[in-house]
């Protein structure tokens, strides 16, 4: 039977179909030189799930020389449609973290990167700067799940005749999969997440695309970090002109050098994870932790946690 009938959750059983659609049909369409969507991981975020290297001591498993593609803070007008084209030329399929309001503003962008067969997950409705540690639980909380409904409608076509939701409790998310921006997490809201069912992504690997550079840097930065690794979820930005123009070239190399990519959709359960190698530390919870009382003198400290925060190897 396959797997998909034995899913419950409405949320995890459409993601899952979408994903396996998205991939049959990128199969269909995929020349054997391009690089493709090797498997679709199902990760079950019941109970929450928190993931990510940089910052967790938990990643999703992979296979050595397995990707996971995400990209952060779009839709952008510009390059959003041309990270599309270049993850389409390729066949691969990505997760979005997208913005609230972005979304709001070009909702057609959202919905064509479910109609491509990624994932849209969230990233809060307007981004707030620094993070969302310098407001209340409840703004935060708020910012966040009007970030979710903006997708929800947008991307996936729900829509709420009764009104939006105003507890994520009631809110059936199809991908239930959510980003702090700035990695800067707080402990009520990681239980909150974690009463809801949503898994936390941080990343194992970045582009550091927030900075400007050319392309060929980037793109010797991220292969440099991957080949280190042997494996990891990849963050970038589809907001970067730098990026999108790097793309098609990072791709090629991927699948020149023996890489398959891997798309995470919503499963049953909790999992599967695999813990972080001996001697891990959070290298953002260093920098978060770092930048909240020098921009915030009146900010209290870091709600303690059960992640140690030691100086991280410099890059
Ligand atoms: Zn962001």
Request: proline letters at 8%; hydrophobic letters at 45%; aromatic letters at 8%.
């Amino acid at each position: 039977m396959p797997i998909r009938f034995r899913l419950n959750a409405f949320c995890a059983g459409f993601a899952l179909w979408a994903g396996f659609a998205a991939l049959a049909s990128a199969e269909e369409a995929c020349e054997p030189d391009k690089l493709g969507t090797a498997r679709i991981a199902e990760v079950g975020t019941q109970g929450g799930l928190m993931i990510g290297l940089k910052t967790y001591p938990a990643a999703i498993p992979l296979a050595d020389h397995e990707v996971i593609l995400t990209f952060d803070d779009g839709p952008d007008q510009r390059t959003t449609p041309e990270i599309l084209r270049a993850l389409a030329d390729q066949c691969v399929l990505a997760t979005f973290f997208d913005i609230g309001a972005k979304v709001d503003a070009l909702p057609l962008l959202a919905r064509r990167e479910v109609e491509e067969g990624h994932n849209v997950a969230h990233h809060t409705y307007t981004h707030p700067q620094p993070t969302l540690t310098f407001m209340s639980e409840a703004a935060a909380r708020a910012d966040i799940l009007k970030g979710m409904i903006a997708v929800e409608r947008a991307a996936y076509g729900q829509d709420f005749p009764d009104g939006e939701p105003t507890d994520l409790a009631k809110l059936k998310l199809h991908t239930p999969f959510f980003r702090f921006p700035g990695f800067a997490d707080t402990a009520d809201l990681r239980l909150w997440f974690g009463e809801n069912n949503v898994a936390i992504f941080g990343t194992d690997l970045w582009a550091s695309d927030w900075i400007e550079m050319t392309p060929d840097q980037e793109l010797k930065l991220i292969l440099g970090r991957l080949e280190k690794a042997g494996r990891g979820m990849l963050l970038f930005h589809d907001n970067r002109q730098w990026t999108a123009d790097m793309m098609p070239g990072f791709l090629a190399e991927l699948k020149k050098r023996g890489y398959r990519v891997v798309h995470v959709v919503a499963g049953a359960g909790t999992g599967p994870t695999v813990p972080a190698p001996a001697g891990w530390v959070s290298e953002t919870g260093r920098v978060t932790g770092a930048l909240k009382p020098r921009l915030d003198k009146n900010a209290p400290t870091r709600p303690a946690g059960p992640i140690p925060v030691l100086p991280a190897p410099v890059e």
